[in-house]
């Protein structure tokens, strides 16, 4: 008779293998995750900061800045995290580790 029993690394006894690697992909990915959150949060509270701006006058950009304003907010949301944010992401990221540790438990 063959035996079919699948081993794994864990199963086996054998060091798991890119195990350590995964773990830092995800952190990797949860980490951007959380800083995108944290970047659409930022956009959607700077928005109410520009609505009502008039864009006519000597130094207004005119119709063409209504219509890019909403990338420039976007723009500005994302190099705020980048230089360091407000702290958002942290809490993000520190909630998505908890949910994973309690998936795995």
């Known amino acids: 008779m063959i ?4 081993t794994s ?9 890119g195990v350590d690697v995964q773990r830092s992909r995800d ?4 980490r951007e995750t959380a800083e995108q959150f944290e970047a659409s949060f930022l956009s959607q509270m700077l ?10 006058g000597m130094f207004g950009g ?8 909403s990338f420039m907010i976007d723009a500005m949301a994302k190099q705020t995290v980048k230089a360091g944010g407000i702290g958002l ?5 520190a909630q ?3 949910m994973q540790e309690q998936g795995q438990a």
Do not use: H
């Open 47 to 56: 928005k109410p900061m520009f609505e009502g701006l008039k864009t006519d």
């Open 3 to 6: 035996d079919m029993t699948i």
């Open 89 to 93: 992401a942290d809490q993000v990221m």
């Open 9 to 17: 690394p864990f199963s086996s006894g054998l060091p798991a293998i």
């Open 96 to 98: 998505m580790i908890k």
């Open 62 to 69: 005119g119709e063409a800045e209504g219509q890019w304003r």
């Open 27 to 30: 952190a990797a990915r949860m």
